[in-house]
Nanobody, 124 residues
Framework: QAQLVESGGGLVQAGGSLRLSCAVS????????MAWFRQAPGKEREFVSG????????YYADSVKGRFIISRDNNKSTVLLQMNSLRPQDTALYYC?????????????????WGQGTQVTVSS
């Protein structure tokens, strides 16, 4: 079972940027798709962005497309989420997740390892 540790969250003003990082321990990081999800208070956990095992394909929720960029470094077993032009509605607990295989999908059920989350708060 992999262990995932997120970092990089914080408080930022609207229009600002943050970069989230997820460090993954365990074998064969490069064999698995990865993703970021987020959960705001009182809401369901939702897909934000995903990247397949070799980094060749990336996916974004419509709400973050054009503002967020996901990337991975298979040598460092790390996945990043660069968040630009942040909005108050981006405020949430952000989770890193590892998929069951090499592809990244938007459904939570396709991920079997999760981090504890890092809080992102965007003030207006």
């Amino acid at each position: 079972q992999a262990q995932l540790v997120e970092s990089g969250g914080g408080l930022v003003q609207a229009g600002g940027s943050l970069r989230l990082s997820c460090a993954v321990s365990g074998r064969s990081f490069s064999d698995y798709g990865m993703a970021w999800f987020r959960q705001a208070p009182g809401k369901e956990r939702e897909f934000v962005s995903g990247i397949n095992a070799n980094g060749g394909d990336t996916y974004y929720a419509d709400s973050v497309k054009g503002r967020f960029i996901i990337s991975r470094d298979n040598n460092k077993s790390t996945v990043l989420l660069q968040m630009n032009s942040l909005r108050p509605q981006d405020t949430a607990l952000y989770y890193c997740a590892r998929g069951r295989g090499p592809y990244s999908f938007s459904a939570k059920s396709t991920f079997n390892s999760w981090g504890q989350g890092t809080q992102v708060t965007v003030s207006s």
